[in-house]
């Protein structure tokens, strides 16, 4: 995180699942920096959960199909705007890791979200394996 994370967790439902999600979140520069984490019962689940939680960003964000990129990293940048109307980017990555499914999330005004920034804050997260 590029600033001391604040930490929350609170009960979503994703695919029909009731989830506990945790959140590790820091702003720094004008853009909001977060790390969501669930576990599913089921790994198979997984997938779809990752796939409820990645419409739910771009809902949430208000981004239409054409404003959507997925990269041939799987960083997905997408464009919209807060509920305001102010315009946003967003960079996410979707990690799945056996039960636990993870959502990394960058989002800002575009001229503050820079791909250096965003590319190292996407690549850097590591899954701790003592779990």
């Known amino acids: 995180m590029p600033a001391k994370p604040a930490s929350m967790s609170r009960v979503v439902q994703l695919a029909g699942q009731q989830l506990s999600m945790h959140m590790l979140a820091a702003e720094a520069g004008q853009i909001s920096f977060a790390v969501?984490?669930?576990?599913?019962?089921?790994?198979?689940?997984a997938g779809l959960?990752?796939?409820?939680m990645r419409e739910g960003m771009l809902a949430n964000l208000r981004a239409k199909?054409?404003?959507?990129?997925?990269?041939?990293?799987?960083?997905?940048?997408?464009?919209?705007?807060?509920?305001?109307?102010?315009?946003?980017?967003?960079?996410?990555?979707?990690?799945?890791?056996?039960?636990?499914?993870?959502?990394?999330?960058?989002?800002?005004?575009e001229q503050a979200l820079q791909d250096e920034?965003?590319?190292?804050?996407?690549?850097s997260f590591k899954v701790n394996k003592s779990k």
Do not use: C
């Open 36 to 45: 969501g984490s669930v576990q599913v019962a089921d790994p198979g689940q």
């Open 117 to 123: 920034v965003t590319d190292n804050f996407l690549q």
């Open 65 to 109: 199909p054409e404003q959507i990129q997925t990269l041939a990293n799987g960083n997905i940048i997408a464009s919209g705007s807060s509920p305001q109307g102010q315009p946003l980017k967003m960079a996410a990555r979707f990690i799945i890791d056996g039960k636990w499914v993870y959502q990394l999330v960058a989002i800002g005004p």
């Open 49 to 52: 959960i990752a796939k409820a």
